[in-house]
C-alpha cells in the first residue's frame, strides 16, 4: 500500500521503517528535518507525503500537533481525495479526534484513530498493541498495515474511542507505577532493597506487567526515554480533561498528576516516566538499590 507516515519520534520511526520492511510503498516527514527511514522517500511536507497517498498516518505529540499536520500550512488536507485514510496513532484527546474526522468526512476521507501501547521495544520488534476506533470494514482494510506494526488490534468502537481507550490505559500504567515506586522507596527506607522485594512481588498477586517491563531498569538506575514522561504527563492531563468534560472525578489521578507536574518541572520531562521514583527518593532521603 502507498502510505505517507508523518512523525518520527520515538515511536513514529521504528513504525514507519517496520512498514518498508514489509514491503509498502512509504513517504515519511518529520517536523524537525534530519530524520530518513531506510526504505522510505522522505517529503518536505505533510502535503507533499500525502499526495497520491492510500494512507496517511500520523503519530505526533499532541492534539495541537495533529491539528497543524491536518490542516496548517502545506498540512495533509491540502492533498486529501475521497477515499483516502487518515490514521492517528498520537495520544491526543478524544473529543478533538471526533472533530477532526468530522472536518474531513465532506472530502470522503476515512478516519481511525489507532493509538498504540508496548512502547519503544514493541514499536521496534513490530509488536505493538493497537487500541482502534473506526468503522470496522475500514479498519480491515488496513490490516496488511497493523501487521506490519503490531501483533494485536483491538477495536474500541467508532471513530475516537481507541484515543478513549489509550487515556484509559495510561491512566492505569501510571497509577500502577506510582503504587510500584512508593513501595519500593518505603521498602527502601525501611531496610528491604528492590532485589530483595521484586521475587515477592512477581510471585503474588501484586504482579503486573508494568512491574515486569520498568524493574530491570529500576535495577539499573536506568532512565533512558522509552516513554517520556512529558508525555506521560500530557496523557494524564488529557484524561483529567476527558474526566471533567463527562463530570468523573477521579481524585488518585490528580494526585499523580501533580507528581508528573514537580517531576517535569524538576528537569525530568526528557528522562523515562520511571524517573518519577528519583522524586520519591529524595522526599524520603533514601535510593532505591538495584544492581552494582
Sequence with gaps: MKVAFLGLGIMGRPMAANLAKAGHEVTVWNRTPGKEVEGARTAASPAEAAKGSEVVWICVSDTKAVENVLFGAQGVAESLASGMTVVD????????????????????????????????????????????????AVIDSLKPLFAAMGKKIFRMGETSKG????????????????????ALTLGAKLGVDA???????????VKSGVVEYK??????????????LRLMYKD??????????????????????EIYEIAAEDGQGDLDYAATLTLLEKWAGVEVKGAA
Design 163 to 182: 484515543h478513549a481507550a489509550k487515556l484509559v490505559m495510561n491512566l492505569q500504567i501510571a497509577m500502577i507505577y506510582e503504587g510500584f515506586a512508593e
Design 89 to 136: 496513532s498520537s495520544t491526543i484527546a478524544p473529543s478533538a479526534t471526533q472533530k477532526f474526522a468530522d472536518r474531513l468526512r465532506p472530502q470522503g476521507v476515512r478516519y481511525v484513530d489507532a493509538p498504540v501501547t508496548g512502547s519503544k521495544v514493541a514499536a521496534e520488534g513490530g509488536t505493538l498493541i493497537f487500541m482502534v476506533g473506526g468503522d470496522e
Design 195 to 205: 532485589e530483595t522485594l521484586l521475587p515477592l512481588i512477581n510471585a503474588s498477586m
Design 236 to 257: 494524564l492531563r488529557l484524561a483529567l480533561e476527558a474526566a471533567k468534560e463527562m463530570r468523573v472525578k477521579l481524585p488518585g489521578l490528580e494526585t499523580v498528576e
Design 215 to 228: 524493574a530491570p531498569f529500576i535495577l539499573k538506575r536506568d532512565f533512558t526515554p522509552n516513554f517520556p
